[in-house]
């Protein structure tokens, strides 16, 4: 679904109140680790260089946020001088007592942190907004025990997901929004949560081994009013969980997350509620803290933002190869580290701090065309999917009598303006569907089909 450029509107001030004496202060940092700590079998329970490592990311996340960025800048130095980069004590006792902090712990979030502080105190230049879409219930189905016969449930979101102002969504996506302000140079990342009227779906696949359950994510974010999606420059999807319980028993890993994309090739973090309620089974015990969703999900929005970033500027290498950074022999002869986290950080360091067009400009959500732009005259031209592969990449919209798509290849459909958005028409081999009009200074510069963009050529 395309939407159109929309004018804000001002908000009617609202009188102050007089606070309420009765609401509890905010949890501190202090307090979700006596919670966390307390779990676990108390603070003295854990090895000390996961101690030091996880209250390092976690006061030195407060620091910055205070502004204080000589204190954090002195705290993590700390911990790296203590452990440096790449060494292998930061994968010892990975898991301890069921707790997943991080895998290697508090590492990734470590050095988020430290490229945020390397980089500087920057003006903010520009905003992005991540949209999180929440579905309040949705028609799940899902494999049962002991044979994996399919059911369908109906099930309602978890509350924790949007207690407290959603709390859970913001605290996991602080730091990994801190630093893709970081890395563009000021483009600050504004969280916004929308929760749908309506329920979706879920449903899965079982190759045998992996089972993906995912939700009915493009109809979640089409049911988003107009005036939120013109605005969104990252999607995120939460539904109900299609995992019974933490997926144990079923001699099946199970996927419930990842990034997919939307319209012009906007980001999609996909997840289900129990990604930030509790850990499966894979990755520890029980109910998730609000210290290892701070220290974990960092690590997760990275993992998945950087398949984004590498696919936007496929020219630089970066993922020939699917996730080619778990195999050490595929890295760049300049990059350094061992780990994961350490392929992120070389490559924004060294290729993508660099690339043209900008990540800040790479990722902002491209000006939709408005009605008044989507004339026959303003359509007609040439356009190619780049890198062109095969003659369907090379295409030409004409006037016959009617919009028609031609491609080199000699296959042609009819396209329509409807309601203010344009359609592929019924002859379409793929079917009928609406195509995203992008501008670039008032001219229309690119149509996207079929998640794939078609840059104008004349």
């Not at 996909?270 to 894979?282: G, I, M, N, V, Y």
């Not at 020939?320 to 992120?344: A, I, K, L, M």
Request: proline share 7%.
């Amino acid at each position: 679904m395309l939407f159109p450029m929309l004018l804000g509107c001002s908000t009617p001030e609202v009188p102050a109140t007089a606070p309420d004496d009765t609401t509890p202060p905010a949890p501190t940092t202090d307090d979700d680790l006596a919670v966390f700590y307390d779990t676990y079998g108390g603070r003295e329970a854990f090895p000390a260089h996961q101690i030091d490592a996880l209250e390092a990311l976690l006061y030195a996340q407060d620091e910055l946020a205070a502004g204080d960025r000589s204190a954090a800048r002195a705290r993590i130095d700390d911990v790296f001088e203590a452990m440096p980069l790449s060494e292998g004590v930061w994968r010892d006792d990975v898991g301890y007592a069921g707790a997943n902090i991080g895998d290697p712990v508090a590492y990734y979030g470590l050095r988020m942190l430290d490229q945020i502080l390397r980089l500087g105190t920057q003006p903010v230049t520009d905003s992005l907004t991540m949209t999180a879409i929440v579905a309040p219930c949705a028609s799940v189905s899902r494999p049962t025990l002991p044979d994996l016969a399919p059911e369908t449930v109906d099930l309602e979101i978890d509350p924790l997901i949007l207690a407290e102002d959603a709390r859970i969504l913001h605290a996991s996506t602080a730091l990994f929004r801190s630093w893709v302000e970081a890395i563009t140079g000021g483009a600050r990342v504004e969280l916004v949560v929308h929760e749908l009227s309506d329920c979706t779906t879920v449903t899965y696949t079982d190759d045998g081994s992996v089972i993906v359950s995912y939700p009915d994510a493009a109809g979640m974010v089409d049911a988003v009013p107009d005036d939120i999606s013109e605005q969104t420059d990252f999607w995120w999807v939460v539904a109900p969980s299609g995992v019974p319980g933490d997926g144990a028993g079923y001699d099946r890993h199970f996927i419930t997350g990842g990034m997919g994309g939307y319209g012009a090739g906007l980001p999609l973090f996909l997840s289900d509620d129990a990604w930030f309620t509790r850990k499966p089974e894979h990755l520890g015990e029980g109910a998730y803290t609000m210290v290892e969703l701070r220290a974990y999900q960092p690590q997760w929005f990275q993992h998945e933002f950087m398949h984004h970033l590498f696919r936007t500027w496929p020219e630089y290498g970066l993922e020939d190869s699917d996730h080619q950074w778990f195999d050490r022999t595929t890295w760049p002869d300049d990059f350094e580290g061992v780990y994961e986290p350490d392929y992120y950080i070389e490559a924004v360091d060294k290729r993508l701090l660099a690339a043209s067009p900008s990540l800040a400009e790479g990722l902002v959500g491209p000006e939709w065309a408005g009605p008044a732009s989507l004339t026959i005259d303003a359509l007609v031209g040439d356009y190619e999917r780049q890198p062109v592969q095969n003659g369907w990449h090379e295409v030409t919209v004409i006037d016959n009598d009617g919009l028609r798509w031609t491609n080199a290849d000699g296959v042609s459909w009819s396209l329509e303006i409807r309601d203010g958005a344009l359609w592929a028409g019924e002859d379409c081999p793929y079917g009928p569907s609406e195509l995203a009009v992008a501008l670039e200074d008032d001219a229309i510069a690119t149509l996207w089909f079929g998640g794939e963009a078609y840059i104008r050529l004349d």
